[in-house]
């Protein structure tokens, strides 16, 4: 149900022209039962002020927390709904198994000196190569995920899928 109300806290977030760019634990607040979105200091608008989408740019540096940011993100590209919701999927599985395949890569190293940008390179090729696994067992989430992932830029994810989605699931495993 975490899972169904932050969909729903990201559509309210999308439909106002902004992007979290920051979805995690610990900017998921829950209280008397519903989930709220918190921390928007990293949100940006991702339409201008005419309504139009922002052009993708490829030359960015990352922005978020690398545990949790999208591989497009970790890619350089400007982030946007579909990034928010990746990092949903990411957050989810974390809640789910308590862990991450990429946790604590680069703490060690970053301690000895290492660049952010190095950090950040080596905990993106380490989820790329985990996310073939890293949903073993969760198909909803697996499915989301999947659909996320075939999204463009500036395409409108279908929210209503997802949660319907993840309502399947609960009732699956009831």
Not at 22 to 42: A, E, H, I, R
Not at 135 to 152: A, K, Q, W, Y
Request: proline share 3%; aromatic share 6%.
């Amino acid at each position: 149900m975490v899972g169904c109300q932050a969909i729903q806290r990201l559509k309210d977030v999308h439909a106002r022209g902004l992007v979290h760019r920051d979805v995690k634990p610990q900017n998921l607040t829950l209280l008397d039962g519903t989930v709220f979105l918190c921390d928007f200091g990293l949100a940006k608008a991702y339409v201008t002020a005419d309504g139009a989408h922002v052009p993708c740019r490829r030359d960015k540096k990352l922005t978020g927390t690398p545990r949790f940011a999208s591989l497009h993100t970790h890619a350089g590209l400007e982030q946007s709904r579909r990034d928010d919701l990746e990092s949903l999927v990411y957050t989810l599985v974390y809640m789910i198994r308590g862990a991450l395949p990429w946790q604590g890569l680069g703490r060690r190293r970053e301690q000895s000196g290492e660049r952010r940008a190095d950090r950040s390179n080596r905990i993106a090729e380490a989820k790329a190569k985990a996310v073939a696994t890293l949903l073993d067992g969760m198909e909803e989430l697996r499915t989301i995920f999947n659909s996320v992932r075939r999204l463009e830029f500036d395409q409108t994810p279908p929210y209503q899928l997802y949660s319907a989605c993840l309502r399947a699931g609960i009732k699956r495993l009831r």
